[in-house]
């Protein structure tokens, strides 16, 4: 049965549906209407569907493109003036100064290394126009401008050439075994009796005792707490707080060899003395006081006479005042592994029995003449003593050393004698050591990753306490001056530096600068000598920080005589070379 239908109005006449989607929309509402809607329409057949290759794109006639001439950048970019015109400082890289000198040194093209006056008298006071104009810094290899401070220049190397001959390899390694051969015989020595003490301490025979082995990465060098030396093989720690003891002060511990004690000096940890020094001169008193760097707090010299070796000859940890904790004994352990010293022995006397023999030099040191007399040309007085024929230091100069002198320093040597060489900058290309020069030269290497800024820790000489400065104020004061509270003028030492990074990643230049001047280059080369200990380690081992490190320090005439900022007299933990 249809539905009911709405009725319309008179004035609307009655639509009659086109097909029968239309009635059915009118049944269904607009729902219905809206799908007829989209039924009745159709959708037109694409040729490209069957077809694709039957397009056809509508042509377009294109404008011929105008021959425009392309720019050749390569010619556009050089702008270098070639013909001896240019004005541009090689120093300062400026071309406004009003009269430049011009290098006539080597080749045509050497001409555009130029300086320009203001330059010339800054940062080279010590030449003339005339020495720029035969032989320019540049040519001489010691110009100190910015791009030539941080350019890792190559040294030609002539002596380390020599180095690495096989004959001289031999030659060297068979000195080295022949004088570290007795030492490595009192290492064993050592080592056995701190055996047998160990054995008796846990009442065992010595035959039966093994020595564990203590835990050490390649990477890490383990040194004695007290003493501060590296520790070889043997020495005893602490398994709660890791503290070590080297085997020679173990001795010492048990022979009842203490560190002195130290009267305290209040004058001279609060600085007193130097503040009133400079005016007043300085007295016998004064002198003796400033020989000692610092005075022990209290409790240190409380703390070593608390220290004691028990009776049965074991050793307790140290108090907490000197690096312990107190309360446990220092066990006895090992590097490496067992027996390895006797087995290094056995070899090292197999090579220096084989029957080769060692040159030694000869018996009659140079520094004296046929008929007894000191050679003047290459001894220098350093002492007055009556009937001592001990009164004179060997001092060759620097081109004596390149002559071949290691027979006769390896003489004073062999005795502990030190050893001073005169003239080694005639050697060098005369690179400037001036404070501003070194500060740009730093300023330019630094790397933006390494976490050591441009502020150094320099020490106040009249307080003896700590600073943080700067390193552009800490050298322009030493150049210039500088006053602190009182209108004093202030004493600052840089000490060790640079600290925390190698001399020629900071300083290039002036590294390889240090590294050329150095004499006897067989023992002071830190990279290559072959009768240089640390560079024998193998690798992955850590080695020693070998330097260069520098020691800066203010200083002014008045207070010359007392030396504040000077380095005390000290021995050394190991040999060093001090230019």
């Known amino acids: ?84 015109t240019s004005t ?24 555009r290394h130029r300086y320009c006056v203001k330059c010339i008298k800054r940062w080279y006071p010590h030449l003339t126009e005339d020495d720029f104009e035969n032989f320019c810094p540049f040519c001489r290899n010691n110009c ?62 010595a035959c039966d005792l093994e ?22 093989d043997f020495h005893r720690s602490c398994k709660n707080c890791n503290y070590d003891l080297c085997l ?64 049965n000859k074991s050793i307790p940890c140290p108090p907490k005042e000197l690096g312990g904790c107190g309360s446990s004994l220092l066990e006895l352990r090992c590097l490496f592994e067992d027996k390895s010293i006797s087995e290094l022995l056995d070899k090292a006397n197999s090579v220096v029995n084989n029957g080769t023999e060692l040159e030694l030099g000869g018996s009659r040191c140079s520094c004296f003449t046929e008929s007894g007399d000191v050679n003047n040309e290459t001894s220098r007085k350093s002492a007055c003593r009556e009937n001592s024929s001990d009164n004179y230091i060997y001092c060759p100069s620097a081109i004596d050393v390149q002559n071949g002198a290691l027979d006769h320093f390896q003489q004073h040597w062999l005795k502990g004698h030190p050893v001073i060489v005169r003239d080694v900058l005639e050697l060098t290309s005369g ?22 800024r441009l502020s150094v820790i320099a020490l106040d000489c009249l307080t003896w306490d700590p600073v943080d400065i700067n390193i552009h104020m ?62 024998k380690l193998p690798e992955g081992v850590k080695k020693p920080d070998l330097g260069p490190k520098t020691y800066i320090a203010y200083g002014v005439a008045e207070e010359l005589e007392i030396c504040d900022s000077v380095t005390k007299i000290h021995c050394d933990m190991s040999d060093a070379v001090n230019k």
């Open 1 to 84: 049965m249809p539905k009911a239908k709405r009725g319309r109005g008179p004035g609307r006449p009655r639509k009659t549906p086109a097909d029968p989607a239309a009635a059915v929309t009118k049944e269904n509402g607009a729902q219905g209407q809206a799908e007829a809607s989209r039924t009745t329409r159709k959708r037109r057949k694409d040729p490209a569907a069957d077809d694709p290759s039957s397009i056809e794109l509508p042509r377009r006639n294109l404008r011929e493109r105008r021959n425009v001439p392309v720019a050749n950048y390569k010619e556009v970019k050089n702008t270098k003036k070639t013909d001896g």
């Open 88 to 111: 541009m400082c090689h120093q300062c890289q400026r071309n406004d100064s009003a009269r430049v000198v011009r290098c006539r040194h080597g080749s045509e093209n050497n001409r």
């Open 144 to 205: 100190n401008c910015k791009t030539c401070l941080r350019t890792n220049i190559i040294i030609k190397d002539d002596k380390r050439r020599e180095f690495d001959d096989g004959k001289n390899k031999i030659k060297s390694s068979l000195r080295i075994t022949h004088f570290l051969l007795p030492w490595l015989k009192e290492l064993q020595q050592e080592q056995m009796l701190e055996r047998s003490v160990e054995a008796v301490i846990r009442g065992i025979d």
């Open 211 to 232: 020595v564990p082995q203590a835990q050490c990465n390649n990477d890490e060098r383990m040194f004695c707490d007290k003493c501060r030396t590296s520790i070889v």
């Open 248 to 311: 020679s002060c173990c001795q010492e511990l048990r022979r009842g060899l203490d560190a002195p004690e130290i009267e305290d000096n209040e004058d001279l940890q609060e600085g007193s003395i130097h503040k009133n020094a400079a005016c007043q001169g300085t007295s016998d008193e004064q002198v003796d006081m400033l020989i000692d760097t610092a005075a022990p707090p209290q409790d240190c010299t409380t703390s070593l006479r608390l220290w004691r070796v028990n009776r």
């Open 431 to 452: 690179l400037s050591w001036e404070p501003m020069v070194m500060w740009r030269a730093l300023r330019e290497k630094r790397d933006k990753k390494e976490a050591e």
């Open 474 to 535: 800490f050298f322009e004061g030493y150049s210039h001056g500088a006053f602190g509270q009182e209108d004093l003028p202030v004493l600052l030492k840089l000490k060790d530096w640079p600290q925390h990074s190698s001399f020629e990643e900071r300083l290039p230049r002036h590294g390889a600068e240090f590294i050329s001047a150095l004499p006897f280059r067989e023992y002071t080369d830190p990279k290559s000598g072959p009768l240089n200990l640390a560079v």
